[in-house]
């Protein structure tokens, strides 16, 4: 007698479904690549789903220029691993006027990630985007669809989604119009980490705990990537204190609250993550900054 | 009964290892929770997220607060704010969509579906029952089995759950009264048994106190079963049961990385497959076997039911996306014609006799539903005759598609019996249903294939088939354009045919009026001939004012890419109208004549017909010559 499937196995053959969907229906498809573990943990999934033939699609990173060195080290070795090609974007008029996340607050996210994804799809002219969010992440994330219908102007409406029955996908559309589709939907934040574990995936070495020169800012702990831009941007430098830190998520360095930790392989950090009593995206300031239903709003208007 | 004290659990402080290699191994089981506006649903999966340590301190923090501010409970915490979601819902107070919620314990990882239960529950329980395994219906205690219990139960049977949990909650405003409990998992037997339900467990609980959630419960001493939490860790999961049923996997991609590889990816709908297994490729019913079974870890010798693999064959055969690979000596069957319940997911009513694109498995083929048997009233379980399905209705009809689709009855498998509707101009998902049988002993015919193709009667013809749609109002000149350019096609040794009113209205469509649902079946009709005749090589005219899109739309998708012309008569109806060579527009004004277009029927001008002519600002013949220069343009 066989045993039965895991729910790794499950989760993972879902998301290889879902996304040989999308390259059956879609004509133009991309995968939105942040560095993120849950985007190695999505191209993982799309190496899987399409092998032996390379993913039939690009990476694309929306860049900020505020990412951690690490995973811009990163970036180009996964696509490279993967034979697929990568395609950049920066918001020209973001790094023209320079913003950045301590004098721009809101408008950093805004204009690089909201304004720079909708350049980027536009110019490519993508119908389909794979993004690495899943439905535990936030509250307003637990109603999101697989396949996640967009206007021609990227607007999302919430009242406007279809329904999403079996693993039956609609992704007919007119022209201009797109869908973002998140294969990721119903993996948890210990199930990424399992299967990274579990595949020997590599991500990012942030999300281990080191010794790294951290600084406190309006009440979080923060890694200085760069001392000299950060003292730039800041005016002076902040006092740096050496502590053992991990992510658990990764974004912009200045926006992306560190843990301390001891965890520096994937398996302690799995045990640390069913002892732990904090969430995810308590590290990231952005949701603060718009109260509850910041993700939503962000989310009419085009950012993940 | 002490509630749960939130601190890790001692026994993944004490042994990680062994705890991580559980927590690896784990299954996972989807449930839906059903239950009418104030059961205590959101409390209840408020509290196994909070049981089952899904709640980080943060958010506990953030929920104590909170309750304080907005809660129900005054000082108490009031789990149901943990699972509400878009915020102008949270300022209605109530929800509108399915939410999916996850939590797990060491042997599985849970995947709730939280579906509200007021207006547009039947398309949010459907929604969420359609993939789940097992449903939890919860009861207030102190009112008992309701309409609501009826109908979601009903819903989540009809969806194909066959696991049960009826949760009999609020049991501590009742003082745990065990006659009341038994008097209402009475009453909740009788009617179960009448719709098919075979079985259910029965569990009294309280969410807001928490008694038989997690563990049972020391107050409720007189019952005896699992408590909600062991129940739903040992359920069985639907793959399991499907493991043993014969192979079949539908085809998704086919993957073409060089011209040594050819493989077919998909996800296994049932059984299990090894290399050197016999299959057949169905529709077409081609044999072979299975070379290998392809994983980016390496080949492997078995793979069962719920996986993505990637199959290659013995042989060169035929296969594409929406077939589908399956046991040799038991494969599904194909058919056309079909009895099935819909459920109607739109705002629009369902047209009978429009085509709608169905989508089953990785196929999208075109279907038609005919006019409803009967609709269900989903509170009495009573049949009512219906012209059509309104949002929200349930029925069962009849439907046909335009080519044969290999299916099972939804009842057997899930994955081959389950459809969606889409509709073919606003690409809505308008409807969603389950299969029951075929109409046609179709059963075991496999379609037959043809030596001669409908290339080499085209070549023979040394042609291009082509349908010439003309399209417009009465009178906008149609078929005097359609005659034109036939004439200069036969100048050019062109074979062509034109199908117009006299030879069809007096013939093959003879039985046709010109109500919506028959000037619907009349093009359906038309374009069938159009192309057959297609098929035999012929460039075919037809002149027919086919005023609405939908039903142009069907005709251009039964032919292949390229073939269908739309060429719009813009004639305004002014124009046709004072032309009025049959004296038609003067019987419709007055009234004789009812269902005239552009008079007391719409007509949905074409949005980008591949070619539009005009009367008022050429001849007949210019138009024919603009027609024929767009559809031959000169080499
Ligand atoms: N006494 C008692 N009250 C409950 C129980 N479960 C829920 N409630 C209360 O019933 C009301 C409605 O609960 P809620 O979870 O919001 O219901 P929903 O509309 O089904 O999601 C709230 O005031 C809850 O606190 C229970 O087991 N016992």
Known sequence: MTQPLTHLQRLEAESIHIMREVVAEAERPVMLYSIGKDSAVMLHLARKAFHPSSPPFPLLHVDTTWKFRDMYALREKAALEAGMELLVHRNPEAEQRGINPFDHGPLHTDMWKTQGLRQALDTYGFDAAFGGARRDEEKSRAKERVFSFRSASHGWDPKNQ?????NLYNARKNRGESFRVFPLSNWTELDIWQYIMAEGIEIVSLYFAALRPTYEWEGGLFVADDPDRLEQVLGHRPELIERSVRFRTLGCWPLTGAVESEAGTPAQVVREMLLTTTSERQGRTMDADHGGAGMERMKREGYF | MTGPTYAPNAAITEDIESCLAAHQHKTMLRFITCGSVDDGKSTLIGRLLYDSRMIFDDQLAALESDSKRVGTQGEEIDFALLV??????????ITIDVAYRFFSTEKRKFIVADCPGHEQYTRNMVTGASTADCA????DARKGVLDQTRRHSFL???LGIRHFVLAVNKMDLIDFDQPAFEHIVADYRAFANGIGIEDFAAIPISGLKGDNIASRSDVIDWYEGPALLDYLETVPVRTELSRNQPFRMPVQWVNRP?????????LIASGTVSPGNRIRVLPSGTQSSIASIVT??????KAIVGQSVTLTLADEVDCSRGDVIADADDPPQTADQFEATIVWLDEDAMVPGRAYALKLAAGTVSATVQRPKYEINVNTMEHLATKALELNAIGVAELTTDKPIVFEPYA??????????????TNRTVGAGMLHFSLRRAQNVHWQAIDITREEHARLKNQKPLVLWFTGLSGSGKSTIANEVEKRLNLMNRHTFLLDGDNIRHGLNKDLGFTEPDRIENIRRIGEVARLMA???LIVLTAFISPFRAERRMVRDMLPEGEFVEIYVDTPLEVAERRDAKGLYKKARSGELKNFTGIDSPYEAPENPDVRVNTVEMTAEEAADHIIAQIMPLK
């Not at chain 2, 060089?258 to 998909?266: V, W």
């Open chain 1, 162 to 166: 279809r329904p999403e029955l079996w």
């Open chain 2, 84 to 93: 509400d979601g878009l915020s102008a819902e949270r300022e209605q107070g």
């Open chain 2, 136 to 139: 939890v219906i919860l009861v």
């Open chain 2, 156 to 158: 989540c049977h009809l």
């Open chain 2, 258 to 266: 060089n011209l040594d590889f050819r493989g077919f990816a998909g």
């Open chain 2, 296 to 301: 980016f870890d390496g080949e492997v010798d």
């Open chain 2, 412 to 425: 057997e498998n899930r994955q081959l019996g389950g459809f969606i509707l889409i509709d073919k101009l």
């Open chain 2, 535 to 537: 098929d035999a090589g």
